[in-house]
Nanobody, 124 residues
Framework: QLQLVESGGGLVQAGGSLRLSCAAS????????MGWFRQAPGKEREFVTG????????SYAESVKGRFTISRDNAKNTITLQMNSLKPEDTAAYYC?????????????????WGQGTQVTVSS
């Protein structure tokens, strides 16, 4: 089992920044591809960004490219999501996820472990 705990959400004005963190425990963190997803009320959960387990390749949704940055620290068993130039449409619950599969995936069903989520609210 892998436990994931997100932190860092909150309320910010449009144009501002937030930094989310996800702390993992339970198994070898470096063996997992990690991702961030988000879900707004009434909408499906959507891929935001991911970072591979093997070579830290990254992938971003088009809507966040150039504004969000994902990184991982295998020594500390954490990933972070730096979010800049936030927009009201970024408002959602953000979830950290882990996949034991080799590769980098945008589909939620490729991730086996999920955190409880942290709320990000961007006011206009």
């Amino acid at each position: 089992q892998l436990q994931l705990v997100e932190s860092g959400g909150g309320l910010v004005q449009a144009g501002g920044s937030l930094r989310l963190s996800c702390a993992a425990s339970g198994r070898t963190f470096s063996s997992y591809t990690m991702g961030w997803f988000r879900q707004a009320p009434g909408k499906e959960r959507e891929f935001v960004t991911g970072i591979s387990r093997a070579d830290s390749r990254t992938s971003y949704a088009e809507s966040v490219k150039g504004r969000f940055t994902i990184s991982r620290d295998n020594a500390k068993n954490t990933i972070t999501l730096q979010m800049n130039s936030l927009k009201p449409e970024d408002t959602a619950a953000y979830y950290c996820a882990a996949s034991p599969r080799l590769g980098l995936y945008q589909l939620a069903n490729r991730y086996d472990y999920w955190g409880q989520g942290t709320q990000v609210t961007v006011s206009s």
